[in-house]
């Protein structure tokens, strides 16, 4: 392991206990410094995009759900009639420019997260640094798009919004701390303002603030050839997986969270946790090993490399939104254009 994947994890283990440790407390000078910066780069004056812009996003480090809210939110707006496109800064991509995701893209290229929207929802996708300016590019190459959706922009304070959805899991705030004593991008509100939802990826609600909660689900599994070459029909019920020797595995935020679903589905797994992001430059299971599930985040770094004889299993998650969140920014923003 490097040196910055055990200094992450020494900060994880302290971010996410429930009191503050020494070393979060060690850390607190550094956070009065993150603060006065947050504060500083609030006070920039909102641009508009050519249409309404939704935000989702996290106040904490690290997912929470937000891709599959992304995913989620886009097709609750085709539903209700709009045709929404989605822009993200693409974390992990090669360079800051500003650029569309095309379906065949590299996660070098476009970004893991950015790659699977775009593969998933069958919307435009652009990413860039600069938020404005791929919003404005995304229009002027889409004109038919209506309504953006922004990809973990709540703290990108130059792109003005008309709805935000901040999504917690079931880790909550943590220790309550701002980086780098703890989790936190920006100071937890005592209340939500005008525009402002919570989602919460978790049974229940983590956090004092109100909001509604997801439904989470899996899909079925399917062979990594077929979900990389969209086959979404060609997926086995994770139930005749059952009592077979398999390996899963997660570079996402919170792996327990895909573990544990996957073991409530009645499989048998040996759980391999992997960074956030993780770049699988090697395979990371053993030779021999005979079935590995995976996420459609890992997924999109692992189609098309040669498993070793492995055969590889994609398990998505689907949430459903609750109508009342839905309804709550439909009216927050304008009715879609007549076609």
């Known amino acids: 392991m490097s040196l910055a994947a055990r200094l992450e994890a020494l900060l994880l283990r302290h971010w996410w206990r429930p009191r503050r440790t020494a070393l979060a407390a060690t850390l607190a000078p550094l956070e009065s410094?993150?603060?006065?910066?947050?504060?500083?780069?609030?006070?920039?004056?909102?641009?508009?995009?050519?249409?309404?812009?939704?935000?989702?996003?996290?106040?904490?480090?690290?997912?929470?759900?937000?891709?599959?809210?992304?995913?989620?939110?886009?097709?609750?707006?085709?539903?209700?009639?709009?045709?929404?496109g989605v822009i993200s800064r693409g974390f992990g991509r090669d360079g800051d420019g500003v650029h569309d995701v095309r379906p065949d893209a590299s996660p070098a290229d476009a970004g893991d997260e950015p790659l699977l929207i775009r593969r998933?929802?069958?919307?435009?996708?652009?990413?860039?640094?600069?938020?404005?300016?791929?919003?404005?590019?995304?229009?002027?190459?889409?004109?038919?798009?209506?309504v953006l959706v922004s990809d973990d922009g709540l703290q990108h304070r130059r792109l003005a919004r008309d709805a935000e959805i901040v999504v917690f899991d079931e880790r909550g705030i943590g220790n309550g701390r701002l980086l780098p004593a703890g989790p936190l991008r920006e100071p937890m509100p005592a209340t939500l303002s005008r525009g402002r939802f919570v989602l919460y990826n978790a049974p229940a609600p983590t956090t004092p603030l109100p909001g509604v909660c997801a439904t989470r689900t899996l899909?079925?599994?399917?062979?990594?050839?077929?979900?990389?070459?969209?086959?979404?029909?060609?997926?086995?019920?994770?139930?005749?997986?059952?009592?077979?020797?398999?390996?899963?595995?997660?570079?996402?935020?919170?792996?327990?969270?895909?573990?544990?679903m996957l073991e409530a589905a009645g499989l048998e797994?040996?759980?391999?946790?992997?960074?956030?992001?993780?770049?699988?430059?090697?395979?990371?299971?053993?030779?021999?090993?005979?079935e590995v599930l995976v996420t459609e985040k890992d997924a999109v770094k692992l189609a098309g490399r040669n498993a070793g004889g492995t055969r590889v299993w994609v398990v998505g998650l689907d949430f459903a939104l609750p109508d009342s969140l839905v309804q709550d920014v439909l009216r927050l923003i304008a009715p879609p254009r007549t076609r």
């Open 33 to 84: 410094l993150y603060a006065g910066v947050s504060r500083r780069a609030a006070e920039v004056q909102p641009q508009r995009a050519p249409v309404p812009v939704v935000v989702v996003g996290n106040l904490i480090v690290g997912g929470a759900g937000k891709t599959p809210t992304v995913i989620a939110l886009v097709r609750a707006l085709q539903a209700a009639g709009y045709t929404p």
């Open 120 to 146: 998933r929802a069958g919307v435009p996708v652009w990413v860039g640094r600069d938020r404005v300016a791929a919003a404005r590019a995304l229009c002027a190459t889409h004109p038919e798009v209506d």
């Open 219 to 260: 899909g079925d599994a399917l062979a990594l050839e077929d979900w990389a070459a969209g086959r979404r029909g060609e997926g086995v019920a994770l139930a005749t997986l059952r009592g077979r020797r398999l390996l899963a595995l997660a570079g996402i935020a919170s792996p327990e969270r895909f573990f544990s």
């Open 269 to 290: 797994i040996e759980r391999l946790p992997l960074p956030d992001h993780h770049d699988f430059a090697a395979l990371p299971w053993p030779a021999g090993t005979p």
